[in-house]
């Protein structure tokens, strides 16, 4: 509602004037004036009539296939007569419209002349989609697009593409600034001065330690369930009994600097748990955190025994800010569910790392690589993809429960895989092309692109984290995001009681005498 009586149209809320590009500039002239106007999109007009749209999603496509962007044309590339809205439409027919059809920019034109530009997060502001009060057997199954909570940690965008952590976009923020600083500004609300994140480093530096009690359980909890055992079903028993060993008790009979403190030293000691595990697992002796490194290089240096590169220890640290938090996922739902029950936060952990280790969740990192090295070349790609969609098998990496278009982790991850370099980059790039090829012909509306997964498995493999880890190094930074709901949801609790639907034989049967 624009003025709380009126319902708003697209003029209220379309940006105006349109950066434009005409049909014959090239792509590196188009994509600059995006990067110089901070814009999504250029509309493509001939005669002061639109006739095409570029959009940060061709431009992607466009790196993907390795164009010469310095002499190829805008025309070439353009999404030609592109739909249009008029500005007198109302803004929740046009959200509508870029729903249904999984646009995030759209003309706005007012009979043949180009009068602004609308977009999906224009719409947002004003066609914001909450569920209805239902009966319990018309709430979707899987809870999908059922509000329980309010938030301020973050959230999640599916159709335009974006998430962030507080009122900042996360891929910006794992672009720009440090994991600790992503950690202090979802416990704190707030980004730390260098002053103030050297501080947070030394108050979180002598929390990455295990206590000792613990640590002398952990060969014998590294043998449980053989060489095979997953480390997060480690992870969950070692960290369970860490919670004991601290006293961590339920959160309605402490203070909040209690529960504070020991979702800090949560999140410092997990990933010294998880390679210390890994480590004895494999016969090795675990390594203790090192002084002057910061959370990812330390990470992987506990893993490794030896000082990372620094690209390697950036790339990862990057992807561990990627992944910190991602709206009301099945771990961080589980972690709420628990702690709004008033019980400890070890519990609410614990709860969460179960949810994470299924692999619906968190699984798929490894299985999207070991998919690359089945498909093993470029030319195996199509033939081989054909066949698991004919099969009804899902490609691994590629699809998202709430993204209906690019996932801006995978986005963000293809860049630092590009970076990296190396045969398997490449190889990637050429499966991802032939996959989204391949889907948008043999299951047209779909519109399926690669998820955080794809290229989260590249990554990690090329910095040398082994695919048994791959989830467990999720693990280790979800659990900053775990902890800040823990704090989020004691600070303002109602106990989350939902109710069911009951589809058995309708009661009440007459109980039968025993035979």
Not at 401 to 421: E, F, H, N
Request: overall charge negative; aromatic content about 6%.
């Amino acid at each position: 509602m624009t003025d709380g009586s009126s319902p708003a149209t697209v003029a209220d809320l379309m940006s105006t004037p349109v950066v434009t590009a005409s049909p014959v500039e090239t792509l590196a002239e188009a994509a600059g004036r995006m990067r110089e106007k901070h814009v999504g999109s250029v509309v493509v007009v001939q005669d002061d009539k639109p006739v095409g749209i570029l959009t940060e999603r061709d431009m992607i496509r466009i790196a993907a296939a390795g164009v010469e962007t310095g002499t190829a044309s805008v025309s070439e590339w353009m999404t030609p007569n592109p739909d249009s809205v008029g500005p007198d439409v109302p803004a929740g027919e046009a959200f509508a419209s870029l729903s249904e059809h999984g646009y995030r920019h759209i003309p706005v034109v007012d009979g043949t002349q180009l009068v602004g530009l609308v977009s999906m997060r224009d719409l947002m502001r004003i066609a914001q989609v909450q569920p209805v009060e239902l009966p319990a057997a018309e709430i979707p199954k899987g809870l999908e697009g059922v509000v329980v909570a309010d938030t301020t940690i973050g959230d999640v965008r599916g159709l335009e593409g974006f998430y962030h952590y507080r009122q900042y976009n996360a891929i910006e923020l794992a672009e720009k600034r440090t994991l600790e600083d992503v950690w202090y500004l979802l416990f704190e609300g707030e980004l730390p001065s260098l002053r103030r994140r050297d501080e947070f480093i030394d108050e979180l530096r002598p929390l990455r330690e295990i206590p000792v009690e613990v640590k002398e359980l952990l060969p014998q909890a590294a043998a449980l369930g053989g060489p095979e055992a997953p480390p997060l079903d480690m992870l969950r028993t070692t960290y369970s009994m860490m919670a004991v060993d601290l006293d961590f008790r339920p959160w309605l009979d402490i203070g909040r600097g209690e529960l504070h403190a020991q979702a800090l030293q949560t999140c410092a000691v997990v990933p010294t748990l998880l390679t210390a595990l890994y480590r004895l697992k494999h016969g090795f002796d675990p390594i203790d955190p090192h002084p002057d490194l910061p959370y990812a290089a330390n990470y992987l240096y506990m893993m490794q025994g030896e000082v990372p590169k620094p690209e390697y220890a950036r790339a990862v640290e990057q992807y561990l800010i990627s992944t910190i938090d991602h709206g009301f996922n099945a771990s961080t739902f589980t972690a709420r569910v628990i702690t709004s029950t008033g019980a400890d936060l070890g519990s609410a952990v614990v709860g969460a790392i179960g949810a994470l280790s299924g692999p619906l969740h968190g699984g798929a990192p490894s299985r999207a690589l070991d998919m690359l090295d089945a498909i093993g070349t470029e030319d195996k790609a199509e033939p081989w993809l054909r066949d698991a969609v004919e099969r009804g098998d899902r490609l691994m990496g590629f699809g998202h429960r709430v993204y209906k278009t690019d996932d801006p982790r995978s986005t963000m991850l293809r860049g630092i895989a590009q970076r990296l370099g190396g045969p398997k980059v490449e190889l990637a790039e050429a499966i991802e092309r032939k996959g989204i090829e391949v889907l948008a012909e043999m299951k047209p509306g779909r519109q399926l692109y690669t998820n955080v997964e794809f290229y989260a498995g590249v990554v990690m493999d090329t910095c040398g984290v082994p695919r048994e880890m791959f989830t467990p190094t999720f693990a280790s930074s979800r659990v900053i995001g775990w902890c800040s709901h823990v704090l989020e949801q004691s600070a303002d609790n109602r106990l989350i009681r939902p109710s069911a639907n009951y589809a058995g034989p309708p009661p009440p049967q007459p109980v039968p005498d025993p035979e």
